[in-house]
């Protein structure tokens, strides 16, 4: 089955800090996502990105957010300064929009430490 | 907003015996999904269920889905002590928006 590839797995980084996460969705696809996990927490969504830009997006989405498609096979987040409540998994998914489902893949995640 | 909300929060269960899990939503829906997340990895798609459907198996998964009473179900049968995992329910999702999660049940299944 395809998959969505995130790198890296674990980053450590000094409070403010940018971090850029990385994630190559699966190649036909159409929408692209990125979600966060708090350890212990649920997964909540932060942005979803569609035709070269950003369809929808969540209010932890603030400034310091950014989301970026630099080529055809990249999606990029990158977090400015980061915080030390920033730390958590993030997930990166995508979906196809031709399946029949609304089945999305999902990344293995980059776990992000903020120290 | 919560839209999936799951019960119970953990479950621990022997090898063999059948696993339940349930989810509640606030609003109306065109399909409910159930994902399955093994301890620090990624979210797995376990099995998708529409509004118009009340049943549906896919090996060992039986999910039901009652749109009065906004509420579903996860059945693991015969369960293995690899299914061991947290399990989240999730509304929406594809061109419809993005996908909200319940906080999960977190599933202990012992040899």
């Known amino acids: 089955e395809p998959e969505v590839t995130q790198t890296p797995s674990h980053q450590v980084t000094q409070m403010g800090q940018e971090v850029i996460l990385r994630c190559v969705p699966i190649?036909?696809?159409?929408?692209f996502y990125w979600y966060r996990q708090i350890l212990g927490q649920k997964v909540e969504f932060l942005v979803s990105?569609?035709?070269?830009?950003?369809?929808?997006k969540s209010e932890i989405f603030d400034d310091q957010f950014s989301v970026e498609r630099p080529d055809g096979s990249n999606f990029t987040l990158k977090i400015r300064s980061t915080k030390l409540e920033d730390s958590a998994m993030y997930f990166c998914?995508?979906?196809?929009?031709?399946?029949?489902?609304?089945?999305?893949?999902f990344g293995s995640g980059t776990q992000l430490s903020v120290l | 907003s919560q839209q999936g909300e799951e019960d119970p929060q953990a479950l621990s269960i022997q090898e063999g015996e059948n696993a339940t899990m349930n989810c509640s939503y606030k609003?109306?829906?065109?399909?409910l999904q159930w994902y399955r997340q093994n301890s620090g990895r990624g979210l797995v798609h376990l099995i998708l269920?529409?509004?118009?459907?009340r049943e549906k198996h896919s090996g060992r998964l039986r999910v039901t889905l009652d749109t009065s009473k906004k509420s579903s179900s996860l059945l693991i049968t015969a369960s293995r002590a690899a299914d061991t995992a947290s399990y989240f329910c999730?509304?929406?999702?594809?061109?419809?928006?993005?996908?909200?999660f319940g906080k999960g049940t977190k599933l202990s299944v012992k040899p």
């Open positions: 190649s036909n696809h159409l929408y």
């Open positions: 269920i529409r509004s118009n459907e």
């Open positions: 990105f569609y035709n070269n830009e950003i369809s929808e």
């Open positions: 998914a995508s979906y196809g929009a031709y399946s029949t489902n609304e089945k999305l893949f």
């Open positions: 609003t109306s829906i065109n399909n």
């Open positions: 999730a509304t929406g999702g594809g061109s419809q928006g993005n996908l909200i």
